[in-house]
């Protein structure tokens, strides 16, 4: 009895540590390997039979075939199983058909030595050389005795959880437009890997699935993956830069730990919540953008970071507790945020043991604006519905207004447009010119007498005169003059000829008159 327990104890141990999967038949590959299938509905799957040591019987390149031959039948491959390949330390290259539908979980999972992966187009025809580095291919078969990438066939819709992980010496993976999913740790540990591309067929990256992928430089996302798992690029050393899709509402726990050459990121408004220590070690990160979409920031989001200057788009950020347990606080250098948002920044952010540098965005242009002549009319910036002229626009819309017996005459910028928009480019200041209006009356009237007579304006009223201002026809004012009685005599030798415009204030009001010299 002792005898026979010790066989079935082994047997015990070896399915605990590698997938334990009866098969139905075995037959010889292309590449003239023994590979063992199960037959389900018609179709073949290639899986791992026992004992242990199967995955040290592969050398070199692999062909799987797109069918095999059992007792007078004839079954498509169209699925890789479950671990079928784990531990394969010397198996550089596999053609896979393009009648696979599934690359099962753990599929090639520590293959170190693997280089290579193509897509079958016909009848693949083994080379036996080792060294990769071409590919032929003719109407009917395809000569396999060399590659650089990973091609994952077109039939593909699921790359299951840990099917390349470990596979540390691939370079570069086409993942094909057929592929809806890509599973936990699907690639992780491809220490080798410098280019993946991911088609928009692709809804979810699972966790981890592409940790620790030390050497990949650049992946572009498409817009169609709504969910990228925790920790997704953890230790993707060599990422310099990221865009999240717009599909993407959360960024996951731990999804950019150690991303430590990632230097710019694009957060899209979409995004709603920050996870855990998703930036966290992210040391070549000095600026980053965060929407004000974003409610929820995790705790160590940005721990071990040092952030130049972050851009806010809060109106009311949100609470000090979230934004110091993310390290957003303690990281950050200067935080760009809303004009007219300080009074809340400082009022939720500040205490009384520490402070943080703001910086309002669009208060970086002042506008000065008046009325040549305050008594002749008014100048103001009108106010504008839902904004500042000193916030981002750096816009103002500008009014005149003129007083009774007045009218707006132009901007000291020359532009007659009342009211005006001003575009404003730095610091500026702007002046309302007013002038007196004039009539076309009689230079004799019934109570005031006003003519030029050898260089001199005589005035003689019936009324009380108070003063006299004498303007060129701009309105710019050129002469005043203080009276005290019905009769004043004014020189104006020196003026030029010309058309000028004499304003009297009378005990019956005021009189405007134009006269020529």
């Known amino acids: 009895m002792k005898h026979l327990l010790l066989p079935i104890l082994t047997l015990v141990t070896i399915c605990l540590t590698l997938p334990c999967q009866a098969y139905d038949f075995s037959a010889v590959s292309p590449s003239g390997h023994t590979l063992y299938y199960t037959a389900v509905n018609g179709e073949a799957q290639v899986v791992a039979p026992l004992p242990s040591s199967y995955g040290n019987n592969f050398t070199g390149n692999l062909v799987i075939p797109d069918s095999v031959h059992h007792d007078s039948l004839t079954y498509p491959v169209t699925a890789i199983g479950v671990g079928t390949f784990q531990y394969c330390h010397y198996l550089t290259g596999v053609t896979i058909p393009n009648t696979v539908t599934t690359i099962g979980s753990d599929a090639f999972y520590s293959c170190s030595s693997l280089v290579s992966m193509i897509v079958s187009t016909g009848n693949p025809v083994f080379d036996s050389r080792n060294n990769c580095n071409a590919i032929i291919e003719t109407s009917s078969n395809t000569l396999m005795f060399g590659c650089s990438s ?44 410098i280019s993946v591309n991911i088609p928009n067929s692709v809804t979810t990256i699972g966790q981890e699935a592409f940790w620790n992928c030390s050497t990949l430089t650049g992946i572009t996302i498409p817009n169609s993956v709504t969910t990228i798992g925790d920790r997704a690029f953890k230790s993707c050393t060599n990422i310099a830069s990221f865009d999240i899709p717009t599909s993407v509402t959360t960024i996951n726990n731990g999804t950019f730990y150690g991303c430590l050459s990632m230097a710019s990121i694009h957060i899209p408004n979409s995004v709603t919540v920050i996870g855990n220590s998703a930036f966290s070690s992210c040391r070549a990160l000095t600026n980053i953008s965060i929407p004000s979409s974003v ?17 806010l788009f809060w109106e009311i950020p949100i609470s000090q507790s979230l934004a110091y347990a993310s390290q957003l606080l303690s990281n950050t250098n200067v935080f760009s945020i809303p004009c007219g948002s300080m009074y809340y920044y400082t009022l939720l952010w500040n205490t009384s ?65 009342n009211p005006d928009t001003l575009h404003l480019v730095g610091d500026s200041s ?81 009189v405007t008159l134009k006269v020529a010299r």
């Open 150 to 193: 990973t091609i994952i066939p077109n039939t593909v819709t699921s790359i299951g959880d840990l099917a390349f992980s470990g596979c540390s010496s691939l370079t570069n993976i086409s993942i094909p437009n057929s592929v809806t999913s890509i599973g936990n740790k699907a690639f992780a540990y491809c220490t080798s890997l």
């Open 295 to 311: 409610f929820s920031i995790g705790e160590n989001a940005f721990n071990d970071c040092t952030l130049d200057t972050v851009t």
């Open 353 to 417: 043991y520490s402070s943080h540098n703001y910086l309002e965005r669009g208060v970086d242009f002042q506008l000065d604006i008046s009325a040549y002549e305050s008594t002749w009319g008014t100048a103001s910036i009108i106010p504008q519905e839902g904004s500042n002229i000193r916030c981002s626009d750096s816009t103002a819309i500008i009014q005149a207004i003129a007083n009774d017996g007045y009218r707006f005459s132009h901007w000291d910028n020359g532009d007659t447009i």
């Open 430 to 510: 702007v002046t309302a010119i007013f002038a007196p209006i004039i009539g076309v009356e009689d230079v004799v009237m019934s109570d005031l007498q006003v003519y030029i007579h050898d260089g001199q304006v005589i005035i003689n009223g019936e009324c009380a005169i108070r003063d006299v201002q004498i303007y060129d026809i701009s309105g710019k004012l050129l002469k005043a003059v203080k009276v005290e009685g019905d009769h004043a005599v004014i020189d104006i030798t020196h003026f030029a000829a010309g058309v000028y415009i004499v304003r009297a204030d009378t005990a019956n009001g005021p």
